[in-house]
């Protein structure tokens, strides 16, 4: 398949197989195209990127978008959490209770069923109708945008901090007695009405349980940015509360099996305490990077997460205890087990405060460069004529971007500039899509681009061109134009990009990656995240030959 570009008709050849993948693929990170964004009318950008090169890339940007992962991995993560809740002590010890209930009350253990069925129906509606009236309230836009918004995430950082507190035990969330007394009143009087009361009166008893890690997942799914991610993760945490009163009302006899109540569902609800602190860091972490704080290293964030995990520890095998807990007179098989995972989680983290890698945590971690000490800091492959040989003395933004930069590789922060190095070094530009907030960038960069063989290529054969779509410092007041592509005006460094992006290439998630040459005409088809270093090697060198092919053409 040939794809024109430019007004000169260069015809750069592409794979007929799409080497995109999808896997591990998800549209969170992203800076949205709202009132808040725009597309740059700013004419020094090179416009030749024509309608064919943009619909080619649109076409690949449709196919990650397709994928409906980011809504099952919500959904799962709802599922997780409603069982989670289950073992919790406002609702475990109530399985047995409701179950006998319905079936007393029934006379017959069709009707029992009957009515646990309707039971576990009316959970579901309750939690999914919750979160309807989540997305409802703030709508998509407004869902998407809490990704990089700093006022939010120092509100889910506070949120989530309160929530494990009170998991420790520290105070209980608990919703007006009065209104559980009312629902109460209302389940007795019988039929579906009753029973969808009696639901309801679950819902509300059980708030102090139930309440931090709905809060979670709703913040999680929120800031996703999906228009369904709150009703679907709802509809997973319903569900995993629903069916074990419809199974156990189904196989009564079942219920013998069940582990008795007793100290162990408080040690799940403080084990899910010290998570919810751990989790909440990841929300600081992303104000302090979004603007600019840089107080919240890599190494102070590892040491509070190995300060928690090994408190965790200490907590399982017995050596703390909290205000609810029962003494812990010898470990359970079940809780040496998680003792010795946390454990080996603490020693895996500890060789990040010298600069490891910590791949398996990429995703969660700042940037390597925020780290103050690190043993590998000094190792690079680049071309050092690459760094040297271009007239531009300066790079402009560079400051700003000091916390992204990656060891060994020359980025550029200015799309002019960029054009300009590769006009000067004959090379092809390779433009990351990235953000501060970015989960999947940070994984790519730390899985895939830290291979030698594609740290290498990238390296010594492109010019480095990182856009960082979620920037919040603002433009000059001369360069705060209105958008050509939605009308809306550009405030920022990452409102100018991120509608760029959204604009020529069809697309608004990132990690989003394209090479192009000097004069922006695309030459291979772009793609998002993929782990796979061979494909990245394979994508790396496909747009090399076809800027070498066409004789790089400037």
Same mark, same amino acid.
């Given at each position: 398949m040939l794809i024109t570009t430019g007004p000169a008709s260069a015809k750069v050849v592409t794979q007929e197989t799409d080497t995109v993948s999808t896997a591990g693929l998800e549209f969170t990170d992203v800076q949205?195209?709202? #009132?808040?964004? #725009?597309?740059?009318?700013?004419?020094?950008i090179n416009k030749s990127v024509t309608p064919t090169a943009i619909k080619a890339a649109g076409a690949i940007?449709?196919?990650?978008?397709?994928? &409906?992962?980011?809504?099952?991995?919500?959904?799962?993560a709802g599922l997780l959490g409603g069982f989670a809740a289950l073992v919790m002590p406002c609702i475990y010890p109530l399985l047995p209770l409701t179950v006998s209930y319905f079936t007393k009350k029934a006379g017959s253990r069709s009707k029992g069923i009957l009515h646990s069925v309707i039971y576990g129906v009316s959970i579901v509606v309750i939690y999914v109708s919750l979160g309807l009236i989540i997305t409802l309230v703030f709508g998509s836009d407004a869902l998407?945008?809490? #990704?990089?918004?700093?006022?939010?995430?120092?509100?889910f950082f506070l949120l989530l901090i309160v929530f494990g507190v009170s998991f420790l035990g520290a105070f209980e969330l608990t919703l007006p007695s009065s209104l559980a007394n009312k629902l109460d009143e209302n389940s007795d009087k019988g039929g579906l009405a009753g029973l969808f009361f009696m639901a309801a009166t679950l819902v509300v008893?059980?708030?102090?349980?139930? +309440?931090?890690?709905? +809060?979670?997942?709703?913040?999680e799914a929120a800031s996703k940015g999906e228009r369904l991610a709150p009703a679907?993760?709802?509809?997973?945490?319903?569900?995993?509360?629903?069916? &074990?009163?419809?199974?156990?009302?189904?196989?009564? @006899? #079942?219920?013998?099996?069940? &582990?008795?109540? +007793?100290?162990?569902?408080? @040690?799940?609800?403080?084990?899910?305490?010290?998570?919810?602190?751990?989790?909440?860091?990841?929300?600081l972490s992303?104000?302090?990077?979004?603007?600019?704080?840089?107080?919240?290293?890599?190494?102070?964030?590892?040491?509070l997460w190995?300060?928690?995990?090994?408190?965790?520890?200490?907590?399982?095998? +017995?050596?703390i205890k909290f205000s609810h807990d029962s003494d812990v007179p010898y470990l359970s098989v079940p809780r040496t087990f998680l003792a010795v995972i946390v454990f080996a989680f603490v020693a895996y983290m500890i060789p990040g405060l010298w600069g490891a890698p910590l791949k398996t945590l990429s995703g969660f971690l700042p940037p390597p460069a925020t780290q103050d000490f690190n043993l590998s800091a000094g190792v690079s492959s680049a071309d050092e004529t690459s760094v040297q040989a271009v007239s531009i003395k300066e790079k402009k933004y560079e400051k700003l971007f000091v916390n992204g930069k990656h060891a060994g590789l020359n980025e550029w922060y200015d799309y002019d500039q960029a054009m300009q190095v590769s006009k000067e070094l004959g090379k092809p530009v390779l433009i990351d899509f990235t953000g501060w907030v970015c989960a999947n960038c940070r994984k790519m960069e730390n899985e895939v681009w830290s291979d030698p063989a594609v740290h290498k290529r990238l390296a010594n054969d492109f010019v480095m061109l990182e856009l960082y779509v979620d920037e919040k410092t603002e433009l000059p007041a001369a360069d705060q134009k209105i958008s050509e592509f939605s009308g809306k005006k550009i405030k920022t460094i990452g409102n100018k990009w991120s509608?760029?992006?959204?604009?020529?290439?069809?697309?608004?998630?990132? &990690?989003?990656y394209v090479i192009v040459n000097a004069k922006g005409d695309v030459l291979v088809p772009p793609q998002g995240a993929n782990y796979d270093v061979n494909n990245y090697i394979e994508f790396l060198d496909s747009g090399k030959a076809a800027y070498q092919k066409n004789n790089g053409r400037n």
């Open positions: 949205p195209v709202t #009132a808040d964004t #725009a597309v740059t009318t700013d004419t020094s940007a449709q196919k990650e978008v397709e994928k &409906p992962k980011t809504l099952w991995q919500i959904f799962i998407n945008a809490l #990704a990089s918004n700093g006022v939010f995430n120092l509100f008893v059980s708030f102090s349980c139930t +309440g931090p890690i709905i +809060g979670t997942l709703l913040v679907i993760g709802m509809l997973g945490f319903s569900l995993a509360l629903a069916i &074990p009163f419809t199974l156990f009302a189904l196989f009564p @006899s #079942a219920l013998k099996s069940l &582990p008795k109540s +007793g100290g162990w569902l408080n @040690s799940v609800k403080v084990v899910l305490g010290f998570l919810e602190l751990a989790f909440a860091l990841k929300f992303n104000v302090d990077l979004a603007y600019h704080w840089n107080w919240f290293d890599r190494e102070v964030f590892l040491s190995i300060a928690i995990a090994f408190l965790l520890g200490l907590y399982l095998i +017995g050596k509608d760029y992006e959204a604009s020529k290439f069809n697309v608004n998630s990132q &990690p989003y």
